[in-house]
Every structure is written in C-alpha cells, then in structure tokens.
C-alpha cells in the first residue's frame, strides 16, 4: 500500500487506535479488540470480566486455614492480573493511573504433596474479586478504589454492585503499601517499578 495515498481521515483513524490503549482512563483504555476491559450495566453494576488471564500476572499470595488457626478469613490462593494498559503505564511511571483494574481470582488449596516435596498446590478455582481506580465512577471512595466481588464458590455471579468501603479499603488503607494496593506481596510490580519511582523498592523492604 503506497502510504502517501492514504487519506488523512484514515491516518487519523489508525493512530486513533494506537493511541487508545495509551489514554490513562478506564473510560478510554481500550484492548486490542478495540472493547473496554470491563463493562458496567447501565446501573452502575460491573459485570464480570473476561480475559483478564492473558493480562498482566502479578503475584499470588495465599494465607493456608492450617497456618491460621483453622480459620484464615482468606484461605484460598489469590492469582492477581492487572491490564495491560495500566500494567505498561506502571512500567513507566511506578504509579496506578486512574482506570487501573486489578482481578483477583481465587484458587483453593488442594493436595499438599507433589513429587517436587511437600507443600501448598492450587486445586480449583473458587472464586472472584475486582478492584478498580476510577476517579470519575468512584469519586467519593478513598484512594478511588472501589472493590466488587462476584462469589467465592461457583457459579459466581454475572454482575454486582460494589463493595461496601469499610468491607475492603480500611484494611488495603491501613496495610496496603502503595495507593491502597498490596504490592509488598506483588513481586512483579516490585521488580517493574522504575528506580526513583512511587512504586520503587525502599532499601530494608
């Protein structure tokens, strides 16, 4: 295709494309099917999401009941995902730009012995939870953070309302070690930060 007959409504139509998936909003990141990565009801209800593991994989920490008494209020194995959007933003900067949308997906525990020794290995999938920093849906949230969860046992739920603030972002507020988000456990973003950055690994920690 020669280039210099490409019409200029064409030219801007595909950097317009291109440059979508760099626009730091969640009501303007875009993925590469040119579809938002969530989708809210016209009630403001988000619907759970899809594809998000091919997103960014983060980390996956796990607090086992039989390290907790019998009773961990989250025994199972937590895999989180983040888009890619505002993954390569964070790449960049060591910030979560607004739009940011992290996924939770819940695995329990299964067996405890593999052929590799004796330990904690994922069994099933048992559920899902969201979080997502958006300044102009969540104004009134700490941080912008709101939290959805569709269930922790299957089938989940298609779409929900979000969390209540005091169910989820006191405890992300009060132990979270960077904008409400928990990336002490999250040795990937640790290891995106640029120096200098937010998001940069202090010395000890």
Known sequence: MNVNKLSSAALFAAFSMVS???LHSSRTALS?????FV???SDGKLKQPVGYRGWA???TPVTPNDMNGGEAPFP???NVYMDPVSYAHYEKTGEFQDGTILVKELVSVGTKQA???NGYFMGEFTGLEVSMKDKTRFPDEPGNWAYFSFGHSYPLKS???KNMVTSCNTCHEGNARQDYVFTQYYPVIRATAPPNSPG???EGR
């Open 20 to 22: 979508a998936g760099c």
């Open 32 to 36: 590469e099917t040119n579809e938002p």
């Open 39 to 41: 989708k809210f009801t």
């Open 57 to 59: 994989y983060i980390g």
């Open 76 to 78: 199972e194995f937590h």
């Open 115 to 117: 052929s590799s020794g």
């Open 159 to 161: 779409v929900v309302a």
């Open 200 to 202: 940069a690994l202090e």
